[in-house]
T-cell receptor, first 114, second 116 residues
């Protein structure tokens, strides 16, 4: 069975602080994809990143960075110098290959205070 | 990038009525679409997998006679909530898989259903 755990239900930080959102996954597949999505109050999911299970390179995109550690089944997301606009619910998700359904984690609600 | 649309974006209906939600892939063909449901402050849960030209596959606990899914073309899947009740009020999100792009999946913007 596949499962995604996001242990942090809610996080509050003050603007300009760095924050890391944790994600731990379980799967028996050898090939899979990991994702992070942002869900602002409007509800629409905003795609942030997709990572193939064979690619363990960390990735940086502006203030966002991701740390994929296959050995610990973790795919953590760090926002550097957080901004109020980063306030949202963030979901980590897991998907087998070949267009199958996603399994979402419970989400982490991030509040960035001015 | 590929776009998936949903219509309507929000709908209010009375208890006992039916409501149809459309999910369209605008610039690609999707043999498979997925329907998710999200209750307030909860995560997205898969309801069903919609396959073009065949019956949908429902997740355990989802009533197929209540949530009718039709995937009549490669760009359109519909979800009909029949005899809606207040407990069906939720945010419904679809996704579509683009087979021609390594099965990349794209999510629709969601439909907020309120049953009064």
């Amino acid at each position: 069975a596949q499962k995604v755990t996001q242990a942090q239900t809610e996080i509050s930080v003050v603007e300009k602080e760095d924050v890391t959102l944790d994600c731990v996954y379980e799967t028996r597949d050898t090939t899979y994809y990991l994702f992070w999505y942002k869900q602002p109050p409007s509800g629409e999911l905003v795609f942030l990143i997709r990572r193939n299970s064979f690619d363990e390179q960390n990735e940086i995109s502006g203030r966002y960075s991701w740390n994929f550690q296959k050995s610990t089944s973790s795919f953590n997301f760090t926002i550097t110098a957080s901004q109020v606009v980063d306030s949202a619910v963030y979901f980590c998700a897991l998907s087998p290959p070949y267009g199958q359904n996603f399994v979402f984690g419970p989400g982490t609600r991030l509040s960035v205070l001015p | 990038g590929a776009v998936v649309s949903q219509h309507p974006s929000w709908v209010i209906c009375k208890s006992g009525t039916s409501v149809k939600i459309e999910c369209r892939s605008l610039d690609f063909q999707a043999t498979t679409m997925f329907w998710y449901r999200q209750f307030p402050k909860q995560s997205l849960m898969l309801m069903a997998t919609s396959n073009e030209g065949s019956k949908a596959t429902y997740e355990q606990g989802v009533e197929k006679d209540k949530f009718l899914i039709n995937h009549a073309s490669l760009t359109l899947s519909t979800l009909t909530v029949t005899s809606a009740h207040p407990e069906d009020s939720s945010f419904y999100i679809c996704s579509a898989s683009d087979q021609s792009a390594a099965y990349e999946q794209y999510f629709g913007p969601g439909t907020r259903l309120t049953v009064t």
